[in-house]
């Protein structure tokens, strides 16, 4: 059986290893944008700011790990493997592309479901507390 702690360093590993393994194929084969900003290209000039922001948000996700293994893990994979091109390549590697919306990777991808799962749990949580008050 896997522990509540192992589950997020189990999640966090997945991502983290399909996010880059994904980009490093891209880069070697296909075509790919890169971004130095956060979603949609924005705050673009401030990627040493965005770099410090997601360290800080790294510690707060393993901080809280036991509360929400499977989405913090997720949040954790994905903000770990672009914050791995940022320090790598000086950007994040975007290759997924989808009719009008800007480009992203499998770790933004990781990121919207775990903070759609956050939000989920959330709710549940809220209609908990309302239902035994």
Known sequence: MVTIRQRFFLTAAIVLALDQLSKYLVRRFFSYTTNTGI????LKEYSSLI?????????????YRKTYPVSLGLLFGGALGNLVD?????AVTDFIEVGF?????????ANTIGVALLLIHFIREEKKKRTLH
């Open 101 to 109: 919306w800007p480009s992203f990777n499998l770790a933004d991808s």
């Open 39 to 42: 979603a949609f290209g924005f």
């Open 51 to 63: 770099t410090v922001v997601i360290l800080f948000a790294l510690c707060l996700l393993f901080y």
């Open 86 to 90: 940022r320090v790598f390549f000086g």
